[in-house]
Each structure stands twice: as structure tokens, then as C-alpha cells.
T-cell receptor, first 114, second 111 residues
Framework: NAGVTQTPKFQVLKTGQSMTLQCAQD?????MYWYRQDPGMGLRLIYY???????DKGEVPNGYNVSRLNKREFSLRLESAAPSQTSVYFC?????????????FGAGTRLSVL | KNEVEQSPQNLTAQEGEFITINCSYS?????LHWLQQHPGGGIVSLFM???GKKKHGRLIATINIQEKHSSLHITASHPRDSAVYIC?????????????FGKGTLLTVNP
């Protein structure tokens, strides 16, 4: 099992460019998440998908869109990248286990917006 | 003020030392997680606990619900334990999707 796979691992964009970060999980989890991690701050939730066909905003959704393509895949799109979106992005998935939420993380995507 | 506070922010130890990282939270929780993030960036879940103590190898996690405090201990520390350790609170009665993350403790273990 690969777990949670994110692509790409690194990306450099110019301000105004668009791109999509891909995430796939092979653990048959219902829930998937996108986080960003910035220096001096904890992980912050951008969007999540509780189950296939649903998506909801997290703490910092502005400037992002998501698509839950199927149960395996959850993509994050930046329509017009801004320097403030320079960050490390993590995808995660989980299956509530006895009512509690263990999350499995991807390796991260380092994004720089110039 | 962050609802999850970790201390210390940075910790340097010599190989073999006993390590303690603390986490205090101000919200009611259903569970508390400890994550480990290695220098390469990958994040793994170490523990999830809602009461008492859990042990895995040289790692021990404890939680005191009344005091809203958790500790992560590492016995006989090793340079490969060098990583950022993150405390995460899962809120009581709320969505499992509204986790609150601490800012992390950077541990460096020197040989």
C-alpha cells in the first residue's frame, strides 16, 4: 500500500498562474483533507471532504478550490496563485475508528509563488 | 492565543537523555494526537489517546483530562528521534474535522 500520495513534491509558480495539487489514497478512507503549513504556525485546514461527493471549507479556504473526484482522489486547485500561498501543502485521509479520527498524511508539496 | 500550546518550542538533547515535551489545551477534547514530522517533511501519527497512558517502544504519551495536559516522553533518546513533534486536539462534541494543531516542538538529539 502506498498510503497517501501527493503530486507534485515541489512546484514554483509565478503570481497569477494556476495549478492543481493531486492527492490519492489507497486505504479506502471516506474522509480527506488539505492543510497548509507555514513557519511558526500549526497546520491549518484549507478544505475537507467528509465523504465522496461532499466538500466543506476549513479555516483558510480563500484562494483555493477542491474537487473530490472519487473516493480515492481529492485535488486542490489554485486558480490565480499569490505569494501568500507560498507554503507546504499536506493532504491527509482518515477513517473514523471507533468514533475517533486517525489521520494519515501525504509527504507534502512545497509550493513557491514568485 | 492558540488553543493548543506546546513547550518547549525547541529542545536540544544528548543521545541517551530522557525527553519530555508538554502540551496544554484549552478546549474540551474527545482525543489528543501526537504527530512526528521528520526533517524531510513527512508526518506520521504516533499516538491517539483520550485517557491514561500509551507506550510504543521508547515513546510514552500521557494525558490528564482534568488538567487539560498531555506529555510525550522519549526514553534513551537517539539522533534519529530528531524531528518536530506536534500535539493535536480533536474537539469534544464537534466535528472530527476541526482539529486544532499545536505549533510543534523541534527536537534535536546530538550524538
Amino acid at each position: 500500500n502506498a498510503g497517501v500520495t501527493q503530486t507534485p513534491k515541489f512546484q514554483v509558480l509565478k503570481t497569477g498562474q494556476s495549478m492543481t495539487l493531486q492527492c490519492a489514497q489507497d486505504m479506502n478512507h471516506n474522509s480527506m483533507y488539505w492543510y497548509r503549513q507555514d513557519p511558526g504556525m500549526g497546520l491549518r485546514l484549507i478544505y475537507y471532504s467528509a465523504s465522496e461527493g461532499t466538500t466543506d471549507k476549513g479555516e483558510v479556504p480563500n484562494g483555493y478550490n477542491v474537487s473530490r473526484l472519487n473516493k480515492r482522489e481529492f485535488s486542490l486547485r489554485l486558480e490565480s496563485a499569490a505569494p501568500s500561498q507560498t507554503s507546504v501543502y499536506f493532504c491527509a485521509s482518515s477513517e473514523a475508528l471507533r468514533g475517533r479520527n486517525i489521520q494519515y498524511f501525504g509527504a507534502g508539496t512545497r509550493l513557491s509563488v514568485l | 492565543k492558540n488553543e493548543v500550546e506546546q513547550s518547549p518550542q525547541n529542545l536540544t538533547a544528548q543521545e541517551g537523555e530522557f525527553i519530555t515535551i508538554n502540551c496544554s489545551y484549552s478546549v474540551g477534547i474527545s482525543a489528543l494526537h501526537w504527530l512526528q514530522q521528520h526533517p524531510g517533511g513527512g508526518i506520521v501519527s504516533l499516538f491517539m489517546l483520550s485517557s491514561g497512558k500509551k507506550k510504543h517502544g521508547r515513546l510514552i504519551a500521557t494525558i490528564n483530562i482534568q488538567e487539560k495536559h498531555s506529555s510525550l516522553h522519549i526514553t534513551a533518546s537517539h539522533p534519529r528521534d530528531s524531528a518536530v513533534y506536534i500535539c493535536v486536539a480533536a474537539p469534544l462534541g464537534g466535528s472530527n474535522y476541526k482539529l486544532t494543531f499545536g505549533k510543534g516542538t523541534l527536537l534535536t538529539v546530538n550524538p
